[in-house]
């Protein structure tokens, strides 16, 4: 996957992109990341990026000029695979579902804001939007890491072992069972033995049903839009009778 990265903070993503499983996809070459400071395509001589917003009002608003040049010089905007993705409290939230289906593309670019906002004629430029979440932060950048890790975990190759994505919170759409590793014992808390007794079908039981039971507890929401099997409405049954006991 060929990523590129327009901003005007290039070394907020020195650390990040440079550890731990993105470094090796990148060493690998599963994954090309690119850091395009737009603010060398400022027009001017003083590099500005921002200016006063038309109608008056508090902060300052990114220039489309410099954002505009920097994705022509450095896309193809004619190409129909390639998604350009605008930070932006506006956008639609990210979530796994969102990360699977960006994991596909072969050509992502990620414009981070800053400021007050974009100039709005940006967003003719721009394939999709997406937030975080529901709160602010002082721009794009850490949101775009955010969305890279998640979406580069799921490409083949970038993790050795893919059973271990696929059982991560939210991968299959509910959130992940409890682990345990030795010691078996630990200030006076014990290791389920379930977990030790070899039987792989009722390992694979619990494993369901605490899956089951910390989404019904932390996140019902999600339980709500969820396809449960007979299996699983038998188990919730189980876990709801339980709770009353």
Not at 9 to 38: C, V, Y
Not at 82 to 103: C, D, R, T, W
Not at 207 to 224: F, H, I, Q, V, Y
């Amino acid at each position: 996957m060929d990523i590129k990265v327009f901003t005007i903070f290039p070394e907020m993503f020195t650390g990040p992109l440079n550890t731990s499983i993105l470094w090796k996809a990148r060493q690998k070459k599963i994954i090309n990341i690119d850091l395009i400071n737009f603010r060398e395509y400022a027009q001017d001589k003083h590099k500005s990026v921002d200016d006063y917003p038309f109608g008056g009002g508090a902060g300052m608003v990114l220039k489309p000029e410099p954002i505009v040049l920097a994705l022509e010089a450095n896309l193809n905007l004619n190409d129909s695979q390639q998604e350009i993705i605008l930070m932006s409290p506006q956008g639609q939230v990210f979530n796994q579902e969102y990360a699977k289906m960006l994991a596909r593309k072969k050509k992502i670019a990620f414009i981070c804001g800053h400021y007050e906002g974009f100039d709005e004629r940006i967003r003719r430029f721009v394939t999709q939007e997406f937030s975080i979440g529901d709160y602010v932060l002082t721009g794009g950048e850490l949101p775009a890491m955010v969305m890279i890790d998640a979406i580069a975990r799921l490409i083949p190759g970038v993790i050795k072992e893919t059973e271990s994505f696929k059982e991560d919170s939210f991968y299959k759409g509910l959130i992940e069972y409890p682990h345990y590793t030795r010691p078996r014992v630990f200030r006076d808390m014990e290791v389920p033995d379930v977990l030790l007794s070899g039987n792989h079908e009722n390992i694979r039981l619990w494993r369901r049903k605490e899956s089951l039971r910390r989404t019904l507890k932390r996140r019902p929401d999600l339980l709500e839009k969820y396809r449960l099997s007979t299996e699983d409405t038998m188990l919730l049954e189980q876990i709801k009778n339980e709770e009353v006991e």
